[in-house]
């Protein structure tokens, strides 16, 4: 630990030598614990190490390990509220990977961008003071603000203030990121701030050296950008293996604290990336049997070779996907299925339809490739798994196979002859019937 006779983030409350000398992090990670379940398992999991020469706090990866620096005067001179806070503002920036993202240019706007991603989701009664937040202005510039700047640099102030306070909440980090760059000022701001010798030392009226002072963040984001690429791929394992830890325990009955609904799926969707049912998928897609032909002055025409164009085939599997509108099959789990249909939209084409007892033909559509529908169930009735196996086969000549996601609790279908068939359940779950042996059965966590 090293020491720094002045931090330049001013607390309203003074800090007493007393205070500073008898409190513990240990307090504010035991309100945690009994109070915020997930982000109590996720600050245990880091290395805390108490650093002055850190003005605020901040998370990163230091000797390879997920870290919280920490500064004593300003975490001291937060409210208990606000320390809370604090480390839950540090443990989304874990959740959300934006300390082993590459982080796009220019910093400034990344940053904001981030803090606003994640102050969406913290009360703001919770957050230090220079919390960014979507659909808040910035505070008013104080009469001796309004003197260190130059009016362009005022009016650059309220127009940015403005763009802020527009902005909807629980958007992420990348849409915030392309509503600011696209503003001027934002990026007036950012090249300033960005100029050798503007560290809010005092100086002329426009000259820039005052910005950073007043667009101080309560949170430190250095080091973000530091790791190789080998390094930030074993920090992301490490930190994915952390937070799916913090779930686990939460689920086990621990609860979630003030973790809303929306904000658990956002987390299940995100972890739904270590799902290593792609390989599988492509297995169960392999020998496609659509083709499309297309001319290409690349390959030589067998007929007329260096007359016509050759003819080359590309080959995009085609998928029905049957969703179970069984009341028992779990939203969560649900939630990483439609994640990695996403992600694997871009070289298969599904069809989505729901079933229970019967295929609900009219709201079946087609998921084509960058297509992001957020999908929500309409019935809740039995389950027949001859319905989706008669309805594939009724239309196999348009489709190559057929997934069904359920949980598995209705009796055995007719075996699906001549279609490739794909059984997709939580590992929670199981068929109550011996699939068959062509069959394809993926087990996901939950």
């Not at 480390?87 to 910093?107: A, S």
């Not at 994640?118 to 957050?127: D, Q």
């Not at 325990?249 to 299940?268: D, F, H, P, R, V």
């Not at 027949?384 to 359920?406: R, V």
Request: glycine share 6%; charged share 30%; aromatic share 8%.
């Amino acid at each position: 630990m090293t020491n720094t006779t002045e931090n330049k983030f001013r607390i309203k409350n003074p800090v007493t030598k007393r205070k500073l000398e008898e409190y513990t992090l240990s307090s504010t990670l035991v309100s945690l614990m009994w109070e915020e379940p997930f982000y109590s398992r996720i600050i245990r999991s880091l290395n805390k190490i108490e650093d002055n020469d850190i003005p605020t706090a901040g998370v990163l990866i230091q000797n390879g390990n997920p870290t919280l620096l920490w500064n004593r005067e300003f975490v001291v001179g937060l409210t208990p509220a606000k320390r809370k806070g604090l480390m839950k503002h540090e443990c989304l920036h874990i959740v959300f990977g934006h300390i082993t993202d590459r982080i796009k240019k220019p910093h400034l706007i990344w940053n904001w961008a981030t803090d606003l991603a994640i102050n969406s989701l913290i009360p703001e009664r919770e957050l230090p003071e220079g919390g960014l937040i979507p659909g808040k202005a910035l505070p008013e510039l104080t009469d001796k603000q309004v003197q260190m700047l130059s009016d362009k640099e005022v009016q650059q102030h309220y127009k940015i203030s403005n763009l802020i306070k527009n902005l909807p909440k629980e958007k992420t980090s990348d849409y915030y990121f392309d509503v600011l760059i696209s503003s001027d000022e934002m990026q007036d701001l950012a090249k300033e701030l960005g100029k050798e010798g503007c560290d809010g030392q005092p100086g002329n009226p426009g000259d820039g050296k005052d910005l950073a002072e007043i667009y101080k963040e309560f949170d430190s984001h250095d080091g973000w950008d530091e790791l190789s690429e080998e390094m930030k791929e074993i920090a992301k394992n490490k930190l994915k293996e952390i937070v799916k830890d913090a779930v686990k325990e939460c689920n086990s009955g621990k609860g979630w604290g003030s973790c809303s609904a929306s904000l658990q799926k956002t987390i299940s969707k995100l972890l739904s990336k270590e799902i290593k049912w792609e390989g599988i998928l492509s297995r169960f897609c392999g020998a496609s049997r659509r083709a499309q032909r297309i001319s290409s002055i690349r390959k030589a025409n067998k007929k007329y070779p260096g007359i016509h164009p050759g003819i080359t085939k590309q080959y995009r599997p085609m998928i029905a996907v049957y969703l179970d509108e069984s009341g028992s099959v779990n939203d969560n789990f649900l939630t990483k299925i439609f994640s990695e249909i996403e992600n694997l939209s871009k070289k298969t084409d599904f069809y989505l339809y729901r079933f229970d007892t019967n295929v609900h033909e009219k709201s079946g559509f087609l998921w084509k490739k960058g297509k992001k529908i957020d999908l929500q169930r309409e019935k809740c009735g039995g389950t027949n798994f001859d319905a989706p196996t008669k309805h594939a086969l009724k239309n196999k000549a348009k489709i190559d196979g057929y997934i069904i996601i359920t949980d598995g609790l209705a009796p055995k279908p007719a075996i699906s002859k001549g279609m490739k068939r794909c059984w997709i359940i939580s590992e929670k779950d199981e068929l109550i019937f011996e699939k068959d042996k062509k069959d394809f059965l993926v087990k996901v966590k939950v």
